[in-house]
């Protein structure tokens, strides 16, 4: 899964939140989370490899510094950095907005109070100054990296060296899928979302220009909010990047959440790869459809480790029954969407574990484990190893099939879908077993996507690019008016359908008018 996120303080990432084992972005390396590493074209171009310090990120992140000034990497010298962009935007703060609430409204009493700053909140602004792009592992493959992290730790303490290092690569073996498929979508992102916007867009006058060179400050963390197994990869993206031109603009976020769903696809599926060229694993869908796991981790381990789901169903449970309770009806689609939102938001937990360390974490999952299985986490590892042993062929299936298919998730419940929407489909259509090498995925899943596409109807035209001089092309061809991602496609049958429906209205208001409905005055 792919979740994308505004950052604002980069504070937050390094202050007092990153003192704490689980560190989001620095400090967590003395206490078990391994250090940041920088990504990207735009970050090799500035000379940013290796580890990420928490005093640069600071400096680049909050000030727009340039890393390859001296002065950026030494906080007592940042006053005579030089510039990478221009500054942040400054805003208001909460609390001076709260006080100005507070002098307009100087006999408030508390529930006033609450109300006013309930208001500052909402109308609070902050500099966006990084996008955070996180890819999330399913659970069975941050099981399975458990129960590795355990049984190498077991056989180090038995004395088994040789032993607590083979479970030792086995566990890298999967951080490192992890973090191959995180930086997959990455460089598809980069490639097709990575644009700036120019001029005036609300006057119809913007454009877009190439800034394909992001910086990214990579961190692979371990575990959920509420104590989980999780892997998970933070990719903080700087949200200034070098444009065709040389200038260092802000990126189009929307551009970003239009390829979304591709880049959460293709990340799962270099993921996989990675994990069955390493290990043998084995990946099968689940009943739902919806994701797929490692065969070998059993259903109950991982439901052991999903606390988060369960406290938002339970919440969410008792939202609508309370919406129900006072209103005496069920609710809405939306408004069941916007009460499972709630629960989502009233269950989020601080991401803190009161220094546990890391053998308190793995001995307190030990125990969970051994609830549902014999044996505990060591059954787990040696389960999948099995399994790995008679991995069998690749699943056999046809393009023909996969793109009937595909096109028929992609029109369900739709008017109109994305190039994004139907690359997440054929991923989603294809066998959970490809047998296919990680760096062969984006090439499949791309060919599959534009052969359906020629059997789809393209809603809104190319901008034109007749005429047009060099310098208002993009890279890729098209016009530099042409927004990114922002091309809509329907099939044959949905047009069909909605041609109809449009039909049916006219006969309808056509005998409305000749035969008008009477009545009393």
Request: net charge neutral; proline share 4%; glycine share 10%.
């Amino acid at each position: 899964m792919l979740s994308i996120a505004a950052g604002h303080d980069v504070a937050y990432l390094t202050g007092p939140v990153a003192g704490g084992r689980e560190s989001y972005y620095s400090g967590a390396v003395a206490a078990g989370e391994p250090a940041g590493l920088w990504y990207g074209a735009g970050a090799d171009a500035l000379g940013l490899r290796g580890e990420v310090g928490a005093d640069l990120m600071e400096a680049m992140y909050s000030r727009l510094l340039d890393p390859r000034d001296p002065a950026t990497h030494s906080r007592s010298t940042w006053g005579q950095a030089a510039a990478l962009a221009n500054a942040h935007r400054t805003y208001r703060s909460a609390e001076d907005i709260y006080a100005e609430l507070l002098t307009a409204n100087p006999h408030a009493r508390p529930e006033r109070r609450a109300e006013l700053r309930a208001q500052a909140e909402r109308s609070a602004r902050q500099a966006v100054s990084f996008i955070d792009v996180t890819f999330s592992a399913p659970k069975s493959v941050s099981v399975l990296g458990v129960a590795f992290e355990r049984a190498a730790a077991d056989a180090r303490r038995a004395g088994d060296h040789q032993a607590a290092d083979a479970w030792a690569a086995h566990q890298r073996a999967v951080e490192d899928a992890v973090l191959a498929g995180s930086r997959a979508a990455l460089d598809y992102l980069q490639d097709r979302a990575g644009y700036s916007r120019v001029g005036h867009h609300g006057g119809g006058g913007g454009r877009w220009t190439d800034a394909h060179g992001w910086m990214v400050a990579q961190f692979l963390q371990h575990d959920s909010r509420d104590r989980d197994p999780h892997l998970h990869v933070h990719n903080a993206i700087l949200n200034r990047v070098r444009c065709a031109d040389g200038t260092y603009r802000a990126l189009d976020s929307r551009a970003i959440h239009a390829f979304r769903g591709a880049a959460g696809a293709i990340a799962e599926r270099v993921m996989e790869a990675h994990l069955t060229r390493a290990l043998g694993v084995r990946f099968e869908t689940r009943p739902d459809g919806k994701a797929r796991e490692v065969i070998g981790v059993r259903q109950d381990v991982m439901d052991l480790f999903s606390s988060r789901r369960r406290a938002v169903t339970a919440k969410a449970t008792q939202l609508i029954a309370a919406f129900t309770a006072r209103f005496g009806r069920d609710p809405s689609g939306l408004e069941h969407t916007r009460l499972a939102q709630q629960a989502t938001l009233l269950t989020r937990a601080a991401k803190s574990h009161d220094g546990e360390s890391l053998d308190d974490r793995l001995d307190r999952w030990e125990n969970e484990t051994r609830t549902a299985v014999i044996g505990g986490l060591a059954q787990v590892a040696n389960d999948v190893l099995a399994h790995a042993q008679r991995v069998g062929p690749a699943a056999e299936w046809a393009v023909r099939d996969i793109v009937e298919r595909a096109l028929a998730a992609v029109a369900e419940g739709r008017q109109s879908w994305s190039e994004s929407d139907l690359l997440r489909a054929v991923s989603d259509e294809l066998p959970g077993h490809l047998g296919v090498a990680p760096e062969s995925i984006r090439d499949l899943l791309e060919g599959i996507s534009d052969t359906t596409r020629l059997r789809a109807v393209q809603l809104s035209p190319d901008e034109p690019t007749e005429g047009l001089p060099p310098e208002l092309h993009l890279d890729d061809g098209r016009s530099v008016y042409s927004e990114p991602g922002g091309i809509r496609y329907a099939t044959n049958g949905q047009l069909a359908a909605d041609h109809a429906l449009r039909r049916a209205a006219v006969r309808q208001g056509d005998a409305q008018s000749r035969f008008p409905r009477s009545g009393v005055a």
